[in-house]
């Protein structure tokens, strides 16, 4: 449960700094409004949920699991947080910032779709785990 709340509040944090990071860029005009953020390619790849955020998630609950597994719990966690999880929810709140709820959804829809694949990759890989420790 503590691991949970910490993630969340990881993740929580990561959202409230890209919206406040966000913000100050738009009042100091680094970013002029017709230069959005939202038009960037690299956020607009994190905008739509495919195949390959399911296969990143994927990968990132096997190596969140063979790192309790092999008690290096420390180093792949923070890898997993910030390889499928922060990236989506820092663009959540960039897109709320930008008054644009469908995007900033579609980005909480990723940040939902990572959270599940991850937890059942992991608890895949750790039942399989289970059932070779008896045998």
Do not use: H
């Not at 890209?18 to 913000?23: M, P, Q």
């Not at 997993?80 to 897109?95: E, H, K, N, Q, R």
């Not at 579609?106 to 008896?134: P, Q, W, Y």
């Amino acid at each position: 449960m503590e691991g949970a709340l910490t993630t969340f509040l990881g993740l929580f944090i990561a959202a409230i700094f890209a919206v406040i990071i966000t913000w100050i860029f738009n009042i100091t005009n680094v970013f002029p409004p017709e230069k959005n953020l939202l038009n960037k390619p690299l956020l607009e790849e994190r905008l739509t949920p495919g195949w390959f955020s399911v296969a990143v998630a994927l990968a990132a609950g096997v190596a969140g699991a063979l790192a309790s597994i092999k008690q290096n719990r420390e180093s792949l966690i923070g890898a997993v947080t910030a390889l499928a999880l922060v990236p989506a929810a820092s663009a959540a709140g960039i897109a709320f910032l930008s008054k644009d709820p469908y995007k900033g959804f579609g980005e909480l829809m990723l940040l939902s779709i990572n959270v599940i694949t991850i937890i059942l990759a992991g608890a895949v890989i750790l039942c399989f785990d289970d059932k070779a420790s008896r045998r």
